[in-house]
């Protein structure tokens, strides 16, 4: 058994926490976010075995870490966008991906990776670079949707073969063969120059400087109590908004579930008990709503939620005689809370944005 030294432990901890602090960020400045995440993403492990350590079961924690980001990345997407068509997009290409990785995860069946790749990821890329110089509501749709589709094509098929088909590792390949990375360099160059001299002159101006921080949410809708207001005029308890959240977090938390080393439950047990659980906190939301009590910090109302849904489990576990894990049971519940709560606040802005338009 591998035994971590204090300094080893402390990097390991800081990976860690960053893996899961820095997604919050994606909500207020997306694209730098983003960026960093898939940078982090792909070089934690890389960190680990500098200091000689290889963390027993990562490669699972990271799979679940990575869905994890990229929830919250759709989440800002309801906070942000101000193009519905690209919202329209991405939210078929996330909880298509989602799905995707789910079957994966129940079958094992690598070329499913294929069927299912992530363009999610880079569309938000593409859509936040684009956002950065100009307004996304003067992109047609057809736009959008040859975005999607070149990086489904060009960019993603082949690196889903690459890493999950094929399970070739760069680093390793450009050892075995130097003649890689000159090809690498050669095809930056080449879009480079493709981009200068053929993209670039047909550009029209930019619309602003350089934006990372997304637009202002409108003025009617940007506090917690405003949002509140909406829910309780347009929101029921059972509802669409509902289904969406018990989808996004039935699908999540179970891809969770197949990924921890340590999860015995069965899939349908765990996304009933989560969509149970996402109709109870939309009723107790709600209610509390119609009552004009709001906690202005999202920070605050996620803790309030975290509570709420462990007294909910204590409660269910007391009456019902269920089997319920304690670290388990709290990541899930940790999982469901958070994704809520920003759910409730930031469809509300979405909404009313399309109907604003």
């Known amino acids: 058994m591998m035994i971590m030294s204090a300094g080893v432990a402390v990097v390991f901890l800081a990976v860690v926490a960053a893996r899961f602090l820095l997604p919050l960020a994606i909500p207020y400045f997306p694209l730098p976010a983003v960026i960093a995440c898939l940078v982090l993403d792909g070089v934690d492990q890389t960190i680990f075995q ?15 870490m990575d869905v994890y980001y990229l929830a919250i990345a759709y989440l800002s997407t309801l906070r942000n966008w101000t193009s519905e068509a690209a919202f329209r997009i991405s939210r078929f290409l996330f909880f298509y991906r989602l799905a995707g990785a789910l079957i994966f995860e129940l079958t094992q069946a690598r070329w499913l990776l294929l069927v299912f790749p992530n363009v999610f990821e880079y569309f938000f890329i593409g859509y936040e670079t684009i956002r950065s110089r100009w307004s996304p509501v003067t992109v047609l749709t057809t736009w959008w949707l040859s975005l999607a589709g070149i990086i489904w094509v060009v960019v993603k098929l ?25 090809l690498i360099v050669a095809l930056v160059a080449g879009l480079a120059v493709t981009f200068q001299r053929l993209l670039r002159p047909r550009l029209r101006p930019a619309d602003w400087g350089w934006r990372f921080r997304p637009e202002p949410l409108p003025e009617q809708i940007d506090e917690p109590h405003e949002q509140s207001a909406w829910r309780i005029r347009n929101d029921r308890v059972l509802s669409w908004n509902t289904a969406e959240k018990a989808l996004l977090l039935g699908l999540i938390c179970c891809v969770f579930g197949q990924m921890l080393p ?14 149970v659980t996402v109709v109870l906190n939309a009723a107790i939301s709600l209610a509390v709503a ?4 709001t906690i202005r910090s999202t920070a ?4 309030a939620r975290l509570v709420l849904n462990i007294v909910l489990s204590v409660v269910a576990n007391a009456l019902l005689g269920l089997r319920i894990d304690g670290y388990e049971t709290l990541f899930f ?25």
């Open 290 to 293: 119609r009552r004009s009590w």
């Open 158 to 182: 082949p690196q889903e073969w690459w890493l999950h088909v094929a399970q070739l590792d760069l680093t390793d390949e450009i050892a075995a063969h130097r003649w890689i990375l000159g």
């Open 262 to 275: 340590d999860f015995t439950g069965s899939t349908g047990e765990l996304f009933l008990g989560v969509g």
């Open 333 to 357: 519940l940790t999982m469901i809370s958070l994704i809520t709560t920003l759910h409730d606040r930031w469809r509300p802005v979405h909404e009313f944005r399309v109907r604003a338009a």
């Open 300 to 303: 605050l109302a996620f803790a």
């Open 50 to 64: 500098t200091f000689g350590y290889d963390p027993p079961g990562y490669q699972s924690y990271d799979k679940a």
